[in-house]
């Protein structure tokens, strides 16, 4: 198997019909050297009815069915274990990322290159407050942690077997995988596109979602919140000590203690300082606790591979 495609789709029944179309074109130049994996991701719609109806026309199409939803990563990491070929190619199902970019990332990758990433060069019709909010993501992101991971990227990549077995060496049940392959190595390099803005079918990101995601990339890959924790401690120290000398000043030169503004104020910056750190710590425990169970990330309840393999089990 030369090319593997993956593909996470949650309640995407409106884009499949036109992503398989637009897949197969794509992959048709590798003929039966090439597979398409999409994992259904526990749509609530009628997401894994349009991928079964889609091997009819489309025979190198398999699709897995997650017993549960399980999150874009974890979508992606179920495709990534099962995907068989040389290099695997990944995108969304909306097809705000262009599959058509294959070629181009194949051609990068036959001078030696491990991992092709798209990079954003710009964001059609994404609103104001999507753009604002990846932006101050990718810095943040950078800033908080320990890597370099590269900005405007998303998880639409080629990579190789090589770095792609490195990834699933990882243990770690947070599967940032974009985060995981910069953390990785390897020789990587960026290829610009537009992103289209979806066209069918709505954002699986709301913010809830995406604050969720901005604090697992930032926790999975740096232990600088700690020490920003850390820090602010001694900062707030600090100020608690010219704090003293000032209520010291005051006891003295008026024989009064100061009024009650003050006291609420430091009771509160400093009550705020201690839940925070807390806050942080917290999740590091939570994630600790998260990992020490150990559990498997996800359970496949339909595959249409093992279908097609039954029969011959059976001949055996
Ligand atoms: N997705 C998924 N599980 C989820 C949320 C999203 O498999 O819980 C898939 C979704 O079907 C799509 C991809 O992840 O293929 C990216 O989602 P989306 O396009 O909604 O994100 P956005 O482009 O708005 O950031
Ligand atoms: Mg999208």
């Given amino acids: 198997m030369l090319i593997s495609v993956v593909v996470p789709c949650m309640n995407e029944e409106a884009s499949i019909p036109v ?33 079964e109806r889609a091997r009819a026309t489309f025979p190198c199409l398999r699709g897995i069915r997650l017993s549960a939803n399980r999150g874009h990563q ?22 705000q990322d262009p599959p058509e970019l294959l070629g181009d990332m194949m051609g990068m990758m036959d001078r030696g290159y491990d991992v092709v990433y798209g990079r954003r ?26 890597i370099e991971i590269p900005r405007d990227t998303g ?16 243990p770690e049940r947070a599967r940032f995988v974009r985060g995981m392959f910069a953390w ?30 901005a604090v697992d990339a930032m926790t999975a890959f740096s232990t600088k919140p700690l020490k920003f924790a850390t820090r602010m401690s001694f900062a707030s120290l600090g100020f608690s000590a010219l704090m003293m000398i000032y209520v010291a000043h005051s006891l003295i030169v008026y024989q009064t203690a100061p009024g009650w503004a003050s006291v609420v104020l430091v009771i509160s910056l400093f009550s705020g300082v201690q839940l925070l750190t807390l806050g942080i710590l ?35």
């Fill in 184 to 213: 990785a190595g390897f020789s990587q390099i960026g290829i610009e596109y537009a992103r289209a803005p979806r066209e069918l079918g709505d954002t699986k990101y709301p913010l809830r979602k995406m604050i969720r995601f």
């Fill in 121 to 146: 060069n710009e964001r059609q019709g994404e609103t104001l407050f999507k753009r604002a909010t990846a932006w101050v993501f990718y810095r943040v992101l950078n800033a908080m942690s320990d």
């Fill in 19 to 51: 992503l398989v179309e637009r897949l197969s074109k794509v992959v048709a130049p590798y003929g039966d050297r090439a597979e398409v994996l999409l994992v259904d991701d526990g749509s609530t719609d009628a997401t894994w009815s349009a991928i």
């Fill in 74 to 95: 974890i979508a992606l990491t179920a495709g990534l274990e099962a995907a068989q070929g040389e290099r695997i190619f990944m995108l969304d199902a909306d097809l």
């Fill in 282 to 316: 917290g999740e590091y425990i939570g994630r600790l606790y998260v990992e020490a169970k150990n559990r498997p990330l996800y359970f496949v309840s339909e595959d249409t591979r093992s279908a097609d393999l039954l029969p011959l089990r059976k001949v055996v």
């Fill in 155 to 170: 998880d639409f990549r080629l990579v190789s077997r090589k770095a792609l077995d490195a990834i699933l060496s990882m």
